[in-house]
């Protein structure tokens, strides 16, 4: 008999040992969930699963973007609303201000009204904002929402400026200043600005630059009582000289006109020209003429009634809705229907952005959902085969455990035949 016992050892400890190992991975496996723990259990299965990993997560946080998307715009939206029913109040004073069943005092009530509602307009425009941006300035152009897992999956956005002036609502009537000279305050000849009323809304005071006008309040007598000063946080108000043409703000310039140069005309806000100067009086373009180089006034023209003065920017500057006499009035009507379109139409807009994210969010929503499960597929492990697998190892073990102890007996007999 030859004593083979130690090879007998050799090769069932080596046979425990694989099943120790091939043990240990899948109770990993079976404890981790992942078929794939390393590298090394499927280098190409771990470079798939990554990639679709990124795609996965990128795909929700598009998700996300989408959903931010939304919710930016129906802030936006939810503030033209609001727009939009200021706007069919207006109408609906223009409207009760153009029949002459209302008296001039009338129809000056119902221009401040007016002109409350337009500033309103321009307040929202310019306090509407999402995440501290602003929506209805004009500002928020060329803007992306990222809604893809990878580079350039956006798209554009862009929200119009929806101000007042923008909507050509602003203010209306505009009441020009009177520059008077007279005592303030105590002091002799001192320039002041005086509404329609006789209030004083603006004095001239200040050294340098430092110069300008300024609200009454802001200005005191000085110690001797023979001038003006500032008080202290006092500021300029911005005083601008101004022409108006029944009753809106109109821009004078010098320009060819009829081919005759250098000819005071005014101008609407749309560069319109809407009358023009002859001699010392103002005439509507088509009352004009060319003579003999000049410009002349036709037979039986009217002259317009063109004021010019001073105004303070933001007390009813607008030139957009005047409602203080019946033509203008009427004229506000469409005016007023064209900004609900304006509004109209940048809602429409916004509307369907909106649908199409929600669109977008289904879809991003169904890829992930479906690439999540291929993943799996690749990266997680089959719980009954690697159940199976842990078993049969388990008893590989056991019984290579009791192999081992019977190859350790096997000198025993050597020893009985020496006996």
């Known amino acids: ?114 002109d409350q509602l337009a500033t309103e307009i321009t307040r929202i425009s310019t306090t509407t904002q999402f995440n501290t941006m602003d929506l209805l300035d004009g500002t928020y152009e060329d803007k992306k929402f990222h809604i893809g897992a990878n580079e350039a999956q956006n798209t554009t956005i ?41 209030n004083i809304v603006a004095v001239k005071a200040g050294e340098d630059d430092a110069e300008g006008w300024y609200a009454p309040g802001d200005v ?22 101004g022409v108006t043409l029944d009753g809106n703000l109109v821009t004078k310039v010098e320009e060819e006109y009829l081919g005759v140069e250098d000819r005071t005309v005014l101008k609407d806000r749309e560069e319109n020209i809407v009358a023009v100067k002859v001699g010392d009086e103002w005439y509507a373009p088509g009352d004009v003429e060319e003579d003999s180089g000049s410009l002349a006034a036709k037979t039986d023209a009217e002259a ?22 019946q033509e203008a009035a009427d004229k506000a009507i469409t005016v007023i229907n064209d900004a609900i379109s304006t509004v109209s139409s940048e809602r429409s807009k916004l509307g369907a952005m909106q649908n199409r994210l929600e669109h977008t969010i289904k879809n991003l929503d169904n890829t992930a959902e479906n690439l999540q499960a291929a993943e799996a597929r690749i990266r997680d492990v089959d719980m009954a085969k690697e159940i199976m697998e842990f078993t049969k190892q388990n008893i590989l073990q056991q019984a290579a455990t009791a192999m081992l102890a019977q190859a350790n007996m096997a000198p025993q007999s050597v020893l009985q035949l020496l006996g």
């Open 1 to 114: 008999m030859r004593i083979n016992n130690n090879l007998m050892a050799m090769n069932t400890h080596r046979q425990l040992g694989i099943s120790n190992t091939s043990g240990s991975k899948s109770m990993e496996k079976l404890s981790s969930g992942f078929r794939i723990n390393r590298a090394g259990d499927d280098a190409a299965g771990l470079a798939i699963s990554e990639k679709m990993r990124g795609q996965i997560r990128g795909l929700t946080q598009a998700s996300r973007n989408a959903q931010d998307g939304i919710s930016l715009i129906q802030t936006a939206e939810g503030a033209l609303n609001e727009t939009h029913a200021i706007l069919q109040r207006m109408r609906e004073l223009a409207v009760q201000s153009s029949t002459d069943t209302n008296t001039d005092d009338d129809r000056k009530e119902i221009q401040k009204e007016i």
């Open 220 to 241: 005191k007598a000085n110690t001797d009582g023979d001038a003006l000063e500032l008080v202290d946080g006092a500021t300029k108000l911005d005083v601008k000289e």
């Open 304 to 325: 317009l009634d063109v004021k010019e003065g001073s105004y303070i920017e933001g007390e009813g500057t607008g030139a957009g809705i005047n409602v203080s006499t």
């Open 158 to 198: 862009a929200i119009s400026n929806m101000s007042a002036e923008a909507l050509k609502v602003a203010g209306g009537a505009v009441e020009l200043l009177d520059e008077v000279e007279e005592e303030y305050l105590g002091v002799e000849n001192q320039t002041v600005l005086k509404d329609g009323e006789g």
